[in-house]
């Protein structure tokens, strides 16, 4: 949403800095996404009275103008080639070294000998038009040397505001600065518009479903998808140019000028909130107006000179005959207003937000009413709307009023009321806030609040449906108060007694674990292309490159890590806990996985390293897999990847299913990027075992050294396994400390080493009882694997 400062100020009555003003409604109302000088290429044009006009001593088309600019010089003369300049009138000027739109900067030079200081400007020349026939004659009693923008009133700033889907009252000036009044302490009031004349104070004729004002007849066929439905019927208007304080209002917020009719309604638009339509009473056939769904198969051409067919589906304002409009979303050509107009009905509704956003997604059609009736304006505020915009037209267009409007609500409502316990807002932000001070933070934004026993009674205003609920209400009251204004420190609390979800638990402790292990939590997005068949395609994707669910973390955190090389960073370590999708024949799989990347040095440098740390090797990753696998999956264990493949895999005992894999990763890498691994599994709920104290053991321990032959196809973790199950509960701890593949070693066998640590909780071992069991896993090794000891 884009608001005019110049406008905030008209209804604030006060000036506003438009830098003060972005910082408070980003404190308490939204956030504000930038703010845009206007017209600050027209800084250096200055206010100059023309002093005296004669012809140009060697050209007949030149004159020569003694210029009053404000100067400390005093007058300067100026050569000048319009023929509309006049002694005694205003101009805009730009003196030498002025800069103007499009990048011209004036220099002093001699024009057919004359030397000319600076030049009065056309509207062309300023970018205020297309008008180049004459110098731009102002009508100002600002003094010379004045700065035009400030003389004129084109010194503004657009205010970008990033308006949440829930608050459509931001979505207009009166919105924003009823939250900016709120703020200053400054009360809001509509600005007098030039030129109006008071109109009769007559109230529209309420009715359910039908009625006639004016002689035109109107219908409510569809109270679904028009609960209220409001129209005035002006007669005698002149269609033609807005006045320049209209059409610089609506250029402020990106708006192109059309005519004093169509500016008008777009100007209530952006003031109040309220789309209107206007339509050339002797284009409507009846004359009547029609709500009705639409019929199948219709068509209406709509402004923008495009054919659409309506289904039933669809509201529809129509004439006797015809569409005319597609309601809430754009009317057609045959109904517009044009320079022949004398007679307008003017349309004042509220469509049902669900109906327009359908309608709006199946036409693939998009405007600014559609972008609010979506949301849902105040059907409350109505008649003041109509009101207001039937005042506007008349000062800006003439004609008159001859029947009051007719107003067509076939249910009426009023506004909501909740009720507010000053004790739970207390409870709820964690601060005692005075009951007095909760009454005047929500009086400041148009609530109602009464004192109801013990609680407060909360009249909702029109403007807000997000405000449904008691919470809501609190939820406006720390806004307004501010954030900020809350202490940032932990207050006491009572810890619940409900456990957390099993994946939360989860969840939690995989993260525990991996940034115990110096690894950064990333959260990457959950779409992208697809990688896989069974990937799941998005319904209506913003882009091809992000058309379906992600299936795997891997390929999210892949680009995390080129981001990071290409901002020269070598040094990753990432991991996410986050849902991954995979479809089926009928069906769709969610699950959570857990997924980590390495790449660049093993360790933080430090100055006493006497070389370069060495790189992440494959090593790395098995230990920071094992860790995921350990907090993820207790149940796996890891197994090399099948067919000489470098990696690993993460087994579930029992059942032999694959929750994990990790090895090394493809990536757009710079030459000097290390190596870069990965690993991926799949978070199970499974609890580990509960952690029990045992005492240190008082027995000395028995330590042996072992070295064993393993043939080909044998892994570390079988000898290990074998041993153990061999030796019983007297071998206490075995690690492997080395491998040697070389001289003396047989051709595809290796040779590692293992260290023993044997220990009898309740006496101390003798040395034939350690070689005893040591006999026996040697035995069980040779039988079983065909492992045997090294001898030299």
Request: charged content about 25%.
């Amino acid at each position: 949403m884009i608001v005019s400062r110049r406008w905030l100020e008209a209804l604030l009555n006060r000036p506003l800095d438009a830098r003060d003003a972005a910082e408070r409604l980003t404190l308490h109302v939204a956030a504000v996404d930038a703010v845009i000088p206007l017209h600050q290429e027209l800084g250096d044009v200055r206010i100059a009275r023309v002093l005296e006009v004669k012809k140009h001593p060697d050209a007949d088309r030149l004159s020569l103008c003694l210029v009053d600019a404000g100067g400390a010089n005093g007058p300067v003369e100026v050569v000048c080639g319009a023929p509309n300049v006049q002694a005694g009138k205003t101009y805009p000027y730009a003196p030498v070294g002025a800069v103007l739109p499009g990048g011209l900067k004036l220099e002093r030079k001699k024009i057919r000998g004359v030397e000319s200081n600076g030049m009065l400007c056309s509207a062309k020349e300023l970018g205020l038009g297309a008008d180049q026939s004459g110098i731009l004659e102002l009508d100002t009693a600002a003094p010379p040397g004045t700065r035009f923008v400030d003389a004129v009133g084109l010194a503004d700033h657009q205010i970008v505001i990033d308006v949440a889907a829930n608050r459509p009252d931001l979505l207009c000036h009166k919105g924003v600065a009823r939250e900016l009044g709120a703020s200053l302490g400054a009360p809001v009031k509509l600005p007098v518009i030039p030129g109006a004349k008071a109109l009769t104070d007559r109230p529209s004729v309420r009715q359910s479903d039908r009625g006639v004002v004016d002689g035109v007849e109107v219908r409510l066929e569809d109270p679904e998808g028009a609960p209220r439905y409001m129209i005035a019927v002006i007669r005698g208007v002149r269609v033609g140019s807005s006045p320049a304080w209209l059409a610089e209002r609506l250029t402020a917020v990106g708006q192109r000028p059309i005519n004093n009719v169509v500016d008008a309604t777009n100007y209530i638009l952006f003031e109040l909130n309220q789309p209107l339509h206007a339509f050339d009473l002797a284009k409507l056939r009846g004359p009547a107006v029609v709500v009705r769904r639409a019929r199948p198969g219709e068509k209406i051409v709509t402004l923008d000179g495009a054919t659409r067919t309506l289904t039933t589906e669809m509201t529809a304002i129509c004439d006797a005959e015809r569409p005319t409009i597609v309601a809430g979303v754009m009317g057609s050509a045959e109904s517009e207003v044009s320079s022949d107009t004398t007679d307008l009905v003017l349309e004042c509704a509220y469509f049902q937000p669900t109906r327009i956003r359908r309608t709006r997604r199946a036409l693939g059609l998009s405007s600014e009413s559609s972008y609010r009736f979506e949301r849902g304006i105040d059907m409350l505020g109505m008649p003041d709307a109509l009101r207001r915009a039937v005042e506007l037209i008349a000062a800006v267009a003439g004609g008159e009023i001859r029947a009051p409007a007719l107003d067509l609500w076939p249910e009426p409502q009023q506004e909501r009321t909740i009720f507010l316990r000053p004790d739970r807002v207390d409870t709820l932000l964690g601060v005692s806030i005075e009951r007095s001070e909760v009454e005047r933070l929500l009086t400041s934004v148009g609530f109602f609040v009464a004192p109801k026993d013990a609680r407060l009674a909360v009249q909702v205003p029109g403007w807000r449906p997000d405000v449904t609920r008691e919470v809501d209400l609190i939820e406006e009251v720390a806004r307004l108060k501010g954030y900020d204004a809350f202490p940032d420190e932990l207050r006491a609390y009572r810890p619940g007694t409900v456990p957390d979800a099993p994946e939360e638990r989860a969840r939690a402790r995989v993260r525990d674990a991996l940034a115990s292990a110096g690894l950064l939590e990333a959260r990457t997005l959950p779409i992208g292309s697809a990688d896989g068949p069974d990937a799941v395609a998005i319904l209506n994707p913003m882009s091809v490159e992000e058309a379906h669910l992600r299936r795997r973390l891997i390929p999210g955190l892949i680009g995390r890590v080129e981001h990071n090389w290409a901002n020269r960073n070598r040094d990753v370590r990432l991991f996410e806990v986050g849902t991954v999708f995979r479809r089926r024949a009928s069906a769709i799989d969610e699950w959570t996985s857990v997924a980590g990347v390495l790449t660049g040095a093993r360790r933080p440098p430090h100055w006493s390293d006497g070389a370069k740390v060495p790189d992440m090797d494959i090593w790395d990753l098995k230990y920071h897999f094992e860790l995921a696998v350990a907090a993820a999956a207790p149940s796996c264990d890891l197994q090399p990847l099948a067919g000489g493949a470098v990696g690993w895999e993460a087994v579930e005992r029992g059942n032999g299913a694959v929750l994990g894999w990790a090895g090394p990763l493809e990536a757009d890498a710079p030459v000097w990027a290390a190596p870069l691994f990965g690993f991926e599994v799949r978070l199970t709920l499974a609890e580990r075992g509960i952690i029990t104290y045992r005492p240190l053991p008082p027995q000395p321990p028995v330590e042996r050294d072992l070295a064993l032959l393993l043939p080909p196809g044998v892994s570390a973790a079988q000898v290990s396994d074998v041993l153990r199950r061999a030796a019983g509960s007297l071998l206490e701890r075995l690690e492997v400390f080395d491998e040697y593949r070389g001289s003396g070693i047989p051709e595809g066998y290796r040779s590692v080493a293992w260290h023993c640590t044997f220990r009898d909780p309740a006496r101390t071992l003798r040395e034939r009882e350690v070689d005893t069991v040591l006999e026996q896993g040697l035995k069980a090794l040779e039988g079983e694997l065909g492992v045997r000891r090294r001898e030299s």
